[in-house]
């Protein structure tokens, strides 16, 4: 039931389309009806069996005057032109019925088509949206090749499954209420037994399909568990290939690729079951009527022989919606185990969120300050007891071995996560109190590993400014030591980076992540280990635009190497997610400490 309300929800937007494509549907099924039901007088009048009526009845929207009216016009034509001329007209008759039944389908099918396209933008809009909102702990704990499996396959399969079903789910009842309610008209008798039969093979359909939902949830889980195979096959390859390990990496993709594969068997053959199993009930069906019907003509003269014709006609036009209705109730319980698996992410709780009264911040005047007693993940703490206060154009390094505590420590304060029982604080507001958006806006960051988009190098440097000029893009570059190297390639700030900037160094990719932080303008700079991972040659040159980048600023610095942090007016030293020392760099090498220890493992030689 949730999955239906689930579903229901992208529905609403588009009820007023979808009010429309019904209404035709409900025509179409009205001159598909009476296209059928000309066959009746067409073959009476054949056999020699139809029955002239000679005065009409007063025009109404019933059975009785539309059928009484009808015969008394064709009684009129085989008077005054004789038969042949009648039989013409109910063949044009049947013609123009069939015409405008096909033109109110099409009409129909124009006014469902926005419906089902749009909502399946709607749906991945509203996962792109959820990514966007989502704290960067909850990507620490998904998979992301899961989370594009979630975004791509699993909602290509609802719109497979689920959407463009609803054709069948609007078109196919609409035809079976109609199509019975003329049936019931005709004989109830016959009809009678029509309505005992037909449940029991709906019955007979759920049950073959009771597992379908539960395999098609396992399929989908284990389509995610290979797209981030993939996707770390794809980040991993130089790794794969230095260590040898292609056929390993490819043991384990085929492993699991054929474990989806069987179960997506399973799941097709089910589904595909869906279409032979209603033809054949569908047949028996209709053997058992014609049995049934024919006794009533031959035995008990209940039935013309024309009309127990014309009902077959009519009930085999109820055996084509069936069939599609059974047939979509198949895909509709292989796409809700989709809907779970998209829901998984839109519910997902974002434990990071704005107050409702949440304070503006535009400048930043006087200190950043950490109060933390503690901050944890799940259970085992991951800082304790960190104090600390930065005054406003002052510049702080944060030292200590991997796993100590420092890139944790400053993602508090950005709001990337937040703290478990303490405070961080700008002029001495807590940042839980305020926006989001400002508190990030006062804020720019330089990586360990530059993240580059495919784009051009433009775009790059720009990249979530609102409005930008070609001119600050390139002072930007010129204080970043980016424009020597950017001017010198074809189309210049106009060229393409690559995907994750694959054509670029590693220190021309830090030059324009530099440019790209001068140009937001920041008053609060976060450097996270950003000369660490380049030569000599590219460090001087990052080295020269981070001190470019620094000038006026109070920066947070998350160092490895030690030389570029000599100058640093406070060296914050941190083990097991506490501060163990702090102070100048001569100072804390004076206390034969700590940072002492750090500071000759990197200089012995």
Do not use: W
Request: positive net charge.
């Amino acid at each position: 039931m949730k999955n239906v309300k689930f579903f229901i929800k992208y529905l609403k937007p588009y009820k007023g389309k979808i009010s429309l494509s019904m209404t035709y549907v409900v025509i179409s099924t009205i001159f598909s009806l009476f296209s059928i039901t000309m066959i009746i007088p067409f073959l009476g009048l054949l056999f020699n069996s139809q029955t002239l009526v000679k005065s009409s009845v007063p025009f109404a929207f019933n059975s009785h005057s539309l059928v009484t009216n009808f015969n008394y016009l064709l009684s009129s034509i085989i008077i005054e032109k004789g038969k042949l001329s009648a039989l013409i007209f109910v063949c044009i008759i049947i013609v123009v019925m069939f015409l405008l039944k096909n033109i109110t389908f099409f009409l129909s099918q124009y006014y469902l088509a926005p419906v089902r396209n749009g909502i399946v933008q709607d749906m991945r809009q509203a996962l792109y949206n959820k990514i966007l909102e989502m704290p960067v702990h909850f990507f620490s704990k998904e998979k992301k090749g899961d989370i594009m499996s979630k975004m791509n396959n699993d909602v290509s399969e609802i719109e497979y499954s689920i959407i463009r079903s609803l054709d069948l789910i609007f078109r196919s009842p609409i035809n079976l209420i109609f199509f019975y309610f003329a049936l019931l008209y005709m004989s109830p008798v016959l009809t009678l037994f029509v309505t005992i039969l037909l449940p029991l093979s709906a019955v007979f359909v759920g049950f073959v399909g009771s597992k379908l939902k539960s395999h098609s949830l396992l399929g989908q889980q284990k389509l995610g568990s290979l797209m981030s195979l993939i996707e770390e096959t794809l980040g991993g390859i130089r790794v794969i290939k230095a260590f040898t390990a292609e056929g390993m990496v490819n043991d384990k993709f085929k492993e699991t690729g054929t474990s989806y594969t069987k179960t997506m068997n399973t799941v097709t053959r089910r589904q595909m079951l869906a279409s032979p199993l209603s033809e054949f009930l569908s047949v028996v069906s209709l053997a058992l009527i014609m049995g049934f019907g024919g006794y009533l003509v031959l035995s008990k003269n209940i039935l013309s022989s024309e009309a127990f014709v014309g009902y077959i006609l009519l009930f085999t036009q109820i055996l084509a919606p069936a069939k599609m209705l059974s047939s979509a109730y198949y895909y509709v319980l292989k796409g809700l185990a989709s809907i779970e698996r998209v829901e998984s992410i839109l519910d997902a709780p974002n434990i990071l969120t704005e107050k409702p009264d949440a304070k503006s911040i535009k400048t930043f005047e006087h200190s950043i300050e950490f109060r933390i007693k503690e901050f944890k993940y799940n259970v085992d703490p991951i800082l304790q007891d960190i104090s600390l206060t930065i005054e406003k154009g002052k510049t702080i390094a944060i030292v200590g071995q991997s796993g100590s505590g420092k890139t944790t420590m400053v993602d508090l304060l950005p709001r990337f996560y937040d703290v478990t029982d303490g405070d961080v604080l700008i002029d001495g507001i807590p940042v839980r109190d305020l926006k989001i958006e400002d508190l990030r806006g006062l804020i720019g960051y330089v990586n360990q590993e530059p993240i580059l988009f495919n784009d051009t190098i433009a775009a790059n440097i720009a990249f979530g400014m609102k409005v930008s000029n070609v001119e600050d893009i390139k002072e930007a570059a010129r204080i970043a030591n980016a424009d020597e190297f950017i001017v010198q390639r074809a189309g210049q700030y106009e060229n393409n980076v690559g995907d994750r900037g694959s054509q670029l160094s590693g220190g021309q990719r830090q030059r324009i992540s530099i440019a790209r932080a001068v140009m937001k303008n920041p008053p609060i700079l976060i450097l996270d280990e950003a000369t660490s991972a380049l030569d000599t040659e590219s460090e001087r040159l990052v080295q020269t635009a981070l001190s470019n980048l620094m000038k006026n600023r109070t920066s947070i610095i998350i160092a490895h190497r030690l030389s570029t942090i000599v100058h640093a007016d406070e060296i914050i030293v941190m083990n097991k997610g506490r501060i163990v020392e702090r102070g100048k760099h001569n100072d804390l090498l004076s206390q034969d400490g700590y940072y002492k220890k750090l500071h000759d493992m990197q200089t012995f030689k």
